[in-house]
């Protein structure tokens, strides 16, 4: 089955406490990308990825890092956690960078 | 700086009604805008994609408009059902951008 999956869905920590949350694709879409949502913002864009060791900033970058080794994988990053990171987070992937994108099922992060 | 604005917050219906739900941004200069649809702790479904060049898209009951000069995209739903019942969320991305915009989301409730 296609799909973008993410891990862990759920996840409570502490500040500080350095954290990875992993997405992966089965489409060999190019384009992958990292967004928060926050109730009365919206989903802002962290992080995308064109290709492979390609990634570039998103609209609110602050405190988060990605990497793109493998075409398949984008994880996302927090060195160190703090409470304003509590949010629900989404991976999504696409063919190319332009065309239609498709998501995770969300990873829910509480940090205390 | 783009930006999405959706139009009501929240609509209820009774089944079997044709509604409209409304997007509205600020730059004209789109590559294209995409629909979505979220259910409660799921990630999102899309739904039609318009490009710039495209006045509409249809997909069953589903029908998307884009208007580029004025900045405004409708999503038109025929003979709501109960199982509509999500929030619904417009995003653009802007000529020239590697990114998504969006908004704020319609919550739609289809009452049986």
């Known amino acids: 089955e296609a799909q973008v999956t993410q891990n862990p869905r759920y996840l409570i920590t502490v500040t500080g406490k350095k954290l990875t949350v992993t997405c992966s694709q089965n489409?060999?879409?190019?384009?992958m990308s990292w967004y928060r949502q926050d109730p009365g913002l919206g989903l802002r864009q962290i992080y995308y990825s064109m290709n492979v060791e390609v990634t570039d900033k998103g609209d609110v970058p602050e405190g988060y890092k990605v990497s793109r080794k493998e075409k398949r994988n984008f994880p996302l990053i927090l060195e160190s956690p703090s409470p304003n990171q509590t949010s629900l987070y989404f991976c999504?992937?696409?063919?190319?960078?332009?065309?239609?994108?498709?998501f995770g099922p969300g990873t829910r992060l509480l940090v205390l | 700086k783009q930006e999405v604005t959706q139009i009501p917050a929240a609509l209820s219906v009774p089944e079997g009604e044709n509604l409209v739900l409304n997007c509205s941004f600020t730059d004209s200069a789109i590559y294209n805008l995409q629909w979505f649809r979220q259910d409660p702790g799921k990630g999102l479904t899309s739904l039609l994609l318009i490009q710039s060049s495209q006045r509409e898209q249809t997909s069953g009951r589903l029908n998307a408009s884009l208007d580029k000069s004025s900045g405004r995209s409708t999503l038109y739903i025929a003979a709501s059902q109960p199982g509509d019942s999500a929030t619904y969320l417009c995003?653009?991305?802007?000529?020239?951008?590697?990114?998504?915009?969006f908004g704020k989301g319609t919550k739609l409730t289809v009452n049986p």
């Open positions: 489409m060999n879409h190019e384009y």
């Open positions: 999504a992937s696409s063919p190319r960078v332009r065309e239609t994108q498709y």
């Open positions: 995003a653009v991305r802007p000529g020239g951008s590697e990114k998504l915009v």
